[in-house]
T-cell receptor, first 114, second 109 residues
Framework: DGGITQSPKYLFRKEGQNVTLSCEQN?????MYWYRQDPGQGLRLIYY???????QKGDIAEGYSVSREKKESFPLTVTSAQKNPTAFYLC?????????????FGPGTRLTVT | QQPVQSPQAVILREGEDAVINCSSS?????VHWYRQKHGEAPVFLMI?????EQKGHEKISASFNEKKQQSSLYLTASQLSYSGTYFC??????????FGAGTRLTVKP
């Protein structure tokens, strides 16, 4: 079955530590996205990638970093510079970076930093 | 630039209808609708593109009014499974997309 996988589902870290969230897709999609979701709020874009070896900052990129070395993988690193990292993180992909294509979402990773 | 959704929350009895609105301050090129169950990933419902006005998906349909820069999602004869948070995503001419804060829908027996 085609889809997006994110791991782990729950992640706990101590303040000051970097942590990497995994996102893999086997849909052969060119575009991939990372969103952050806080309680009662919509999805805020962290980074997106239109194609392999390319990525762009979204609205809230500070304190985060990404890489896109393979088409199917788009890992997100939450660095110690992110002031409030506790949140639900969603990865998504679409056929292309184009608003006429639907986005497919992974199951999400809930990160808790104490 | 984030679209405004209304209402923020709505409670229905099974079989009742609901309308969720999504408004933008900028010209829209597409509107996406998603439903998210608590703690799960958003699930795609439908896309409306510039030039299209109405789209249906079983008992869930949506309209897109370009002049008013808004879209509405219609849920008819609601079922318990319709419960969740509904998000609209608005697409703009630079391929930029923004999501609304969501509308929490609760359907009770």
């Amino acid at each position: 079955d085609g889809g997006i996988t994110q791991s782990p589902k729950y992640l706990f870290r101590k303040e000051g530590q970097n942590v990497t969230l995994s996102c893999e897709q086997n849909l052969n999609h060119d575009a991939m996205y990372w969103y952050r979701q806080d309680p009662g709020q919509g999805l805020r874009l962290i980074y997106y990638s239109q194609i392999v070896n390319d990525f762009q900052k979204g609205d809230i990129a500070e304190g985060y970093s990404v890489s896109r070395e393979k088409k199917e993988s788009f890992p997100l690193t939450v660095t110690s510079a992110q002031k409030n990292p506790t949140a639900f993180y969603l990865c998504a992909s679409s056929t292309a970076w184009d608003i006429s294509y639907e986005q497919y979402f992974g199951p999400g990773t809930r990160l808790t930093v104490t | 630039q984030q679209p405004v959704q209304s209402p923020q929350a709505v409670i229905l009895r099974e079989g009742e209808d609901a309308v969720i609105n999504c408004s933008s301050s900028k010209a829209l090129y597409s509107v996406h609708w998603y439903r998210q169950k608590h703690g799960e990933a958003p699930v795609f419902l439908m896309i409306l593109l510039k030039g299209g006005e109405q789209k249906g998906h079983e008992k869930i349909s949506a309209s897109f009014n370009e002049k008013k820069q808004q879209s509405s999602l219609y849920l008819t004869a609601s079922q318990l499974s319709y419960s969740g948070t509904y998000f609209c995503g608005t697409g703009y001419n630079n391929n930029d997309m923004r999501f609304g804060a969501g509308t929490r829908l609760t359907v009770k027996p």
